[in-house]
């Protein structure tokens, strides 16, 4: 089955502690992204990755960092995380078009 | 600048009536695409509809259709027949054209909760 899986998909954690949001994509596409979702702000693109070894900044980069290594995976790395981190996360793949969401990771910053 | 714009933040409507949620939307960009997502209280992005700039009939995917009024810059999503199941969150997005830097990412809006009521 084609799929985006994200990783874990609910974490409760502490300011500072260094975290990684897993995310796979079995389809093949070179195009991934990471989302953010805040009530009443929608989705705000954090970095996404065109291919294996290029990313790029999104709108909401600050406090994260990502990787490319494989083309199926893009982790979310946050390295300190604050409570202002606190939110829904989506991660994406595209083959072009249309996007392809992960099913969302809760992540609580205590 | 907010480039995705929906202005109603709920709306109910009940079973086997149509809907309309409103989107408008703003871009310099001659080339952009317009993007309509679910979203129920599962929290998954549910793909519904996709309408491009130069595309000149309005999509259409069952039960949904997007109502592009290019000129307007609005592009609304219309749900016919309304089911219970359609409760959910609706979120509006826009891809901009390749030249403009916003090829990479989905700009969304703030979204509308839609409550379809027995």
């Known amino acids: 089955e084609a799929q985006v899986t994200q990783n874990p998909r609910y974490l409760i954690t502490v300011t500072g502690k260094k975290l990684t949001v897993t995310c796979s994509q079995n389809?093949?596409?070179?195009?991934m992204s990471w989302y953010r979702q805040d009530p009443g702000l929608g989705l705000r693109q954090i970095y996404y990755s065109m291919n294996v070894e290029v990313t790029d900044k999104g709108d909401v980069p600050e406090g994260y960092k990502v990787s490319r290594k494989e083309k199926r995976n893009f982790p979310l790395i946050l390295e300190s995380p604050s409570p202002n981190q606190t939110s829904l996360y989506f991660c994406?793949?595209?083959?072009?078009?249309?996007?392809?969401f992960g099913p969302g990771t809760r992540l609580t910053v205590l | 600048a907010q480039k995705i714009t929906q202005t109603q933040p709920g709306m109910f409507v009940q079973e086997k009536e149509a809907v309309t949620l409103d989107c408008t939307y703003d871009?310099?960009?001659?080339?952009?695409?317009l993007f309509w997502y679910k979203q129920p209280s599962s929290g998954e992005m549910i793909f519904l509809i996709y309408q491009g700039s130069y595309d000149e009939q309005n999509a259409t995917e069952g039960r949904y259709s997007l109502n592009f009024q290019k000129a307007r810059k609005s592009a609304n999503l219309v749900i016919s027949a309304s089911q219970l199941g359609d409760s959910a969150m609706y979120f509006c997005?826009?891809?901009?054209?390749?030249?403009?830097?916003?090829?990479?990412?989905?700009?969304f809006g703030a979204g509308t909760r839609l409550a379809v009521h027995p």
């Open positions: 871009t310099s960009d001659q080339s952009y695409g």
């Open positions: 389809m093949n596409h070179e195009y």
């Open positions: 994406a793949s595209s083959p072009g078009l249309e996007q392809f």
């Open positions: 997005a826009m891809r901009e054209g390749f030249f403009s830097g916003g090829y990479n990412k989905l700009i």
